[in-house]
Nanobody
Framework: QVQLVESGGGLVQAGGSLRLSCAAS????????MGWFRQAPGKERDFVATISWGGGSTDYADSVKGRFTISRDNAKNTVYLQMNSVKPEDPAVYYCAARSRGPSNRGSLYDYWGQGTQVTVSS
């Protein structure tokens, strides 16, 4: 089992920055690819970003490419999502997820999920 706990959500002004963190515990964190997904009210859960176990491979949704950066610190069992130039369409509950295979943009392929952290954007 892998337990994931997100933090860092909150209110951010449009154009501003926010950094989300996801702390993992349980099995060896470095064995897992990690992903960030988000879900806005009334919408489906969408892929945001993913990173390989070693951090050498990343992928992003087109909507966040160039603005968000996913990274990980395996020594701290933590994955991050740096959100820059936040837009009014970014508010959602952001979830981190772990999978025992390579990075993926498909949420159904992830094995473990956190409880989510809310991001709200003010214009």
């Amino acid at each position: 089992q892998v337990q994931l706990v997100e933090s860092g959500g909150g209110l951010v002004q449009a154009g501003g920055s926010l950094r989300l963190s996801c702390a993992a515990s349980g099995r060896t964190f470095s064995n897992y690819a990690m992903g960030w997904f988000r879900q806005a009210p009334g919408k489906e859960r969408d892929f945001v970003a993913t990173i390989s176990w070693g951090g050498g491979s990343t992928d992003y949704a087109d909507s966040v490419k160039g603005r968000f950066t996913i990274s990980r610190d395996n020594a701290k069992n933590t994955v991050y999502l740096q959100m820059n130039s936040v837009k009014p369409e970014d508010p959602a509950v952001y979830y981190c997820a772990a999978r025992s295979r390579g990075p993926s943009n498909r949420g159904s392929l992830y094995d473990y999920w956190g409880q989510g952290t809310q991001v709200t954007v003010s214009s």
